[in-house]
């Protein structure tokens, strides 16, 4: 069964950067692509980062040159540093692990950890 747990998160200020980590368990981790997604109240989750099984990262431009993804398929730990963070980051960040077993893209969840960024 597969479990991700994030942890990080809580208030952070305007320009703060925190960072998230993801422990994922349950799966082989290098053959999964990794993703941090967010959820802002009222509106739908969607992605801002992700990093392949071969280490390929994309970012939308909302974030991008602002938060970095990582993996370390050793600790089976994927991480998000945010940097410069605005109020409009604010949102419930959740891990995510997929693998492709075709024509099904198998995907998997974190119970989400909220960040405020707020002074």
């Known amino acids: 069964q597969v479990q991700l747990v994030e942890s990080g998160g809580g208030l952070v200020q305007p320009g703060g950067s925190p960072i998230f980590s993801c422990a994922a368990s349950?799966?082989?981790?290098?053959?999964?692509?990794m993703g941090w997604y967010r959820q802002a109240p009222g509106k739908q989750r969607e992605s801002v980062a992700d990093?392949?099984?071969?280490?390929?990262?994309r970012y939308p431009d909302s974030v991008k040159g602002r938060f970095t993804i990582s993996r370390d398929n050793a600790k089976n730990m994927v991480y998000l540093q945010m940097n410069s963070l605005k109020p409009e980051d604010t949102a419930v960040y959740y891990c995510?692990?997929?693998?492709?077993?075709?024509?099904?893209?198998?995907?998997?969840w974190g119970q989400g950890t909220q960040v405020t960024v707020s002074s």
């Open positions: 349950g799966i082989i981790f290098s053959r999964y692509d």
């Open positions: 990093i392949t099984s071969g280490g390929n990262t």
């Open positions: 995510n692990a997929r693998i492709t077993r075709s024509p099904v893209v198998i995907s998997s």
